[in-house]
């Protein structure tokens, strides 16, 4: 009897310790369960890391899809040549430039810089650095300006005014000149170096949009002082061309230019009707209650 008795409470001892050992390991697993969801669910709330963004290029290619881009200084076949850039018109449809190629039209022989205008629309182009017959001019002609309608281009052409082409005394000067290229007609607008003392050439400045009035300044002659001191022997003129009469305005009594080291560090614009001219300078006008000795602009009415 006392062999059972004991054999039964080690029976209710190993039994009792089996089940609390299950108990354990169920409670271990229901732990271990309930951290994966609230890890799972906490996962779930975290945002997933961002990708890092591709490094910016600081000079990006841009490709226009909205626009054209058109090769200008070609023949009117298509065939590409070397140019420099002077003007385009209003429109955009025609570009001035200054072209040392003798492809871009037939006969031009004089292997020697010309202007030409180029229809970027129908592919037409002409040469308009010619004399009046439309020959070609045999020195280097440079392109200055155009009027918005196309219908004016200004260039620059050496042109001999003693001896001869083949003498080695020859003389020439630059001489400015506009071309109406609805009838040909080509005019000298620059006068003669010694039509003012001091002078030593002609710069363009300005044309007005019907073609009609050219600026101009008039370059004085400059004597070396030694020290790298230069002086203007001479004022620099502002001039205006009428083109339909000839007629050359001086405006230099009102109009005062400013120089440094005798160069002419001022530039003068007309109106797109010719009829005012603006300019600046540092010279005093107390008439106008300008005496601040400072670079001021100013607008002059030069029609009257």
Sequence with gaps: AMASAVLLSIAACGGGGADDNVQASGNAIGVQDANSDKASEQSKARPSPRPNPPPVDPNPVVTPVDAALVLASTSASGRASDGSNCAISADGSQVAFTSRSSALVAGDSNNTEDVFVKNVRTGAIARVSTNSAGGQLQAVSTCLGMTPDANYVVFMNPQVISGS????????????????????????????????????????????????????????????????????????????????????????????????????????????????????????????????????????????
């Design 165 to 304: 082409a083949f003498s080695p005394t020859v003389v020439t000067e630059a001489t400015i000149f506009v071309k109406n290229l609805r009838t040909g007609a080509l005019t000298n607008v620059a006068p003669p170096r010694n039509a003012f003392s001091n002078t030593a050439g002609y710069r363009f400045q300005s044309i007005s949009d019907d073609g009609n009035r050219v600026a101009l300044i008039a370059l004085p002659t400059t004597i070396y002082l030694g020290g790298y001191e230069t002086a203007a022997l001479g004022p620099a003129r502002a001039l205006v061309r009428d083109i339909g009469t000839g007629a050359l305005t001086d405006l230099s009594p009102q109009v005062s230019l400013d120089l440094s080291q005798g160069a002419v560090i001022t530039n003068i614009a007309l109106s797109p009707d010719g009829s005012k001219l603006a300019f600046s300078s540092r010279t005093n006008y107390p008439a106008l209650g300008d005496t601040n000795g400072g670079a001021d602009v100013f607008t002059m009415d030069i029609a009257s």
